[in-house]
């Protein structure tokens, strides 16, 4: 379970353009069938770890060296590893770096935690499509905002007013368990 969780939060980081957005978790495999390959790195471990996932494994490497390891696969699957490694491969540096710290926080939270972020993305993927940008909007800057303040936002007035139950509960639980590290001062 948590790996289906690592590997859907990988694919959230490299589909979803300017935040996350979630695919639904893999199948576990059958125990007879050979191991699954994860969708494709999002998100969403340790790079470098030799025990290191093959979501990990794939972001670490080569165009060739990927294309060796996905030939062992499905062709409908390696078709859409691709792709998606395409996406994360065209990013810009900082941005493919940023997936991947958010891939390392993400593998650094306890199991139940990998769930509920899961979970919650998944939740707000399935939001109207009017209300989707919003909640994803504000998930950015409280990912953003230093714990005190975003625990202040979280409990104002104008942030209940403006977000349902539903949308302040996907909020609270992806930007506390997702913040981003502080910014360092520049120069």
Do not use: C, W
């Amino acid at each position: 379970m948590v790996r289906t969780a690592k590997i859907g939060f990988v694919s959230l980081l490299v589909i979803a353009p300017a935040a996350m957005a979630a695919d639904p978790p893999a199948k576990p495999a059958r125990p007879s069938a050979p191991p699954r390959a994860p969708a494709a790195p999002k998100g969403n471990s340790k790079l470098g770890n030799p025990g290191a996932s093959m979501a990990e494994r794939l972001m670490q490497m080569t165009p060739e060296q990927r294309e060796r390891a996905l030939e062992k696969l499905p062709p409908a699957q390696q078709a859409q590893i691709r792709e998606r490694l395409e996406r994360f491969d065209s990013l810009p540096p900082k941005q493919r770096e940023r997936r991947i710290q958010q891939y390392q926080q993400f593998s650094n939270l306890p199991p139940e935690k990998q769930r509920l972020v899961t979970q919650q993305i998944q939740t707000l993927n399935r939001l109207p499509d009017d209300r989707r940008p919003l909640v994803l909007a504000e998930v950015q800057k409280l990912r953003r905002m230093p714990e005190s303040e975003r625990q202040g936002r979280l409990a104002s007035d104008e942030f209940k007013a403006k977000f349902s139950p539903a949308e302040q509960q996907i909020l609270s639980d992806i930007s506390e368990n997702m913040a981003l590290p502080p910014s360092k001062p520049g120069p």
